[in-house]
């Protein structure tokens, strides 16, 4: 059965308890203690060995629907993972096999398998999976592959304390996802929507098996507009490259005849 | 959307940076330096092997050296270099990177019997490396346009033409760099122009099909990328010219050769680059063209 995440940013408190959850579970070695001056964002971005990121989005824009002390302002809090793709970037790259997609429909990297060319790193719209450069390997979110395994659900969702994380099957999580909305919507909160919810919101990915629930544009919570695995575009590349290969043969013979005609 | 003129969360990059080191563009150079002298060496076998002999012996000197050059430095840029023969584990059509994995993997071996036998193996080796160099000099670009760094993307289908043409020019420059006949001096000399022109065509539309979208076109405006472009364009069009007029002057055929070089070589590195400035800039891959 398709699993996933539906992460709700409106319920999100910005606790970093999934970020923790995450690393304790999967073992993960901590980034170094830095302060970026980034509102309480001091975790930067998901890598090799951070695969739960809490954004603090400091907004001079209001939440329709609310009313604050703050007046004009707003907090937007977001917890980012790994998108786990319809059509998998990462997955379509790797030249290994090392990239593979699970029986819960989840995108995993087999360690023993990746032999870090780094070309996942670069096919995944998101800049979600990273090469450690301490062991020379490919590391992303697995979904908590062995968790799920045993029948339980990932770290990041289970320490969640406000089910803005929520996990389980997918089919699930649209329905509950698109009544959240509507939800949002009576309550006058008109902006919530859904990003990669399906292959109709999103048609460069297919949708996502880990989607959320934002409400600002996707380039406030630094996603892309419209992202696009590679592999969509890339056919004209290949014709392209067949007619200069032609090219280049013709060339060189007609090269070589011409200095033998002398 | 926050108040701040350009979109985006502190400006940090969507997308991570390439991690390859400067072995991947060296790769670029060499491996499609050794296909297209695979090619031109298969070809003027097939023309008239008698006149061409030192020719051929030349072509397939440089593609066997490339070849297994281009493979090592490969290699040395993986993270885990033991695991090499992993990328021959599956074939997937997907991914370019597997692709010419499996090229290299069979263009290699054939590259480096032509270059030590002689007669009928030597030849049959020969012609194979020269069938299977010709997408070597080409997949590199395609591998670079199946990624999400927006001007690579947006480079596109012009990107392929353009590295076919430098890996051309790179052979091209290396062998009038060496010893060659009347009538293969000849012959190089009009597969060298032929290349020079097509590579100083074919860079402009890349550089154009990069610029129709503004922010990110502006990566090859990126202090790297930007020179090694113009010493590209600067170096190929002179070649070019050089390699037109040498004549009989054996010095001026080495310095057609050796600015051809450099030309070809400064390209491929500067596309890289660019590619590296524009999966920093957020605001490329906003703006990117779905």
């Not at chain 2, 430095?73 to 990177?97: A, E, Q």
């Not at chain 2, 032929?194 to 860079?203: G, L, M, N, Q, R």
């Not at chain 2, 605001?283 to 990117?288: E, I, V």
Request: proline share 5%; aromatic share 8%.
């Amino acid at each position: 059965m398709a699993k996933g995440f539906f992460t709700d940013t409106t319920v999100c408190i910005g606790c970093k308890a999934c970020e923790v959850a995450c690393k304790q579970w999967n073992q993960l070695p901590d980034d170094g203690l830095i302060f970026t001056g980034m509102s309480y964002d001091n975790t930067v971005e998901l890598s090799a060995t951070t695969w739960r990121h809490v954004e603090f989005i400091e907004r001079p824009v209001a939440l329709s629907g609310q009313e604050t002390g703050l007046g004009q302002f707003s907090w937007l809090l977001m917890s980012d993972v790994c998108k786990h793709c319809q059509r998998a970037g990462c997955l379509e790259a790797c030249p290994t096999g090392a990239i593979v997609r699970t029986e819960f429909d989840s995108v995993y990297v087999q360690p023993d398998i990746c032999n870090g060319c780094g070309y996942c790193v670069v096919g995944c719209p998101f800049g979600v999976i990273d090469r450690n450069e301490e062991d020379g390997r490919a590391w992303k979110c697995t979904l908590c592959y062995d968790r799920l395994q045993d029948g339980m659900e990932p770290a990041c969702a289970k320490a969640c304390p406000t089910d803005s994380i929520v996990f389980g099957e997918l089919d699930d999580l649209k329905q509950q996802a698109h009544d959240r909305v509507e939800t949002l919507h009576e309550r006058g909160m008109t902006e919530a929507y859904l990003y990669g919810v399906d292959e109709a919101s999103q048609p460069g990915t297919e949708g996502l098996n880990a989607f959320f629930l934002l409400v600002d544009e996707p380039e406030v919570y630094n996603l892309p507009p419209d992202p696009v695995v590679p592999t969509k575009k890339v056919g004209r590349a290949w014709s392209s490259m067949a007619a200069a290969c032609l090219a280049l043969a013709a060339g060189a013979v007609a090269s070589v005849v011409a200095g033998r005609s002398r | 959307m926050s108040s701040g003129s350009e979109p985006g969360y502190y400006n940090r990059p969507v997308l991570k940076e390439p991690v390859w080191i400067w072995a991947v563009p060296a790769y670029f150079v060499v491996g499609g330096a050794a296909g297209a002298a695979a090619a031109l060496g298969a070809a003027a076998e097939i023309a008239d092997r008698e006149s061409f002999g030192g020719l051929i012996k030349t072509c397939r000197r440089i593609a066997a050296t490339g070849l297994v050059v281009g493979s090592a430095l490969l290699i040395y840029d993986l993270g885990r270099p033991g695991r090499f023969f992993n990328m021959l584990r599956v074939f997937r059509p997907t991914s370019p990177l597997n692709v010419g994995s499996w090229l290299l993997a069979a263009a290699t071996p054939c590259a480096a019997l032509s270059a030590v036998s002689e007669g009928s193996i030597g030849q049959l080796a020969g012609l194979s490396a020269g069938a299977l160099g010709l997408p070597i000099t080409g997949y590199t670009a395609v591998l670079l346009a199946n990624t999400a760094v927006p001007v690579w993307q947006e480079m596109g289908a012009a990107l392929p033409a353009s590295f076919v043409a430098s890996a051309a020019v790179s052979a091209a420059s290396l062998l009038e760099m060496t010893e060659l006949s009347e009538e293969e001096a000849i012959a190089v000399r009009v597969f060298a122009v032929t290349s020079k022109c097509c590579e100083s065509i074919a860079a402009t539309v890349v550089e154009r099909r990069a610029r129709a979208v503004p922010e990110v076109g502006r990566a090859l405006d990126s202090p790297r990328a930007k020179g090694l472009l113009s010493l590209a364009r600067i170096s190929v069009g002179v070649a070019a010219v050089m390699s037109l007029v040498s004549g009989k002057s054996r010095a001026g055929r080495r310095a057609a050769g050796l600015l051809g070089t450099i030309g070809a070589a400064a390209h491929k590195f500067g596309v890289f680059y660019a590619g590296e400035a524009s999966a920093r800039d957020p605001q490329a891959t906003f703006a990117q063209r779905s």
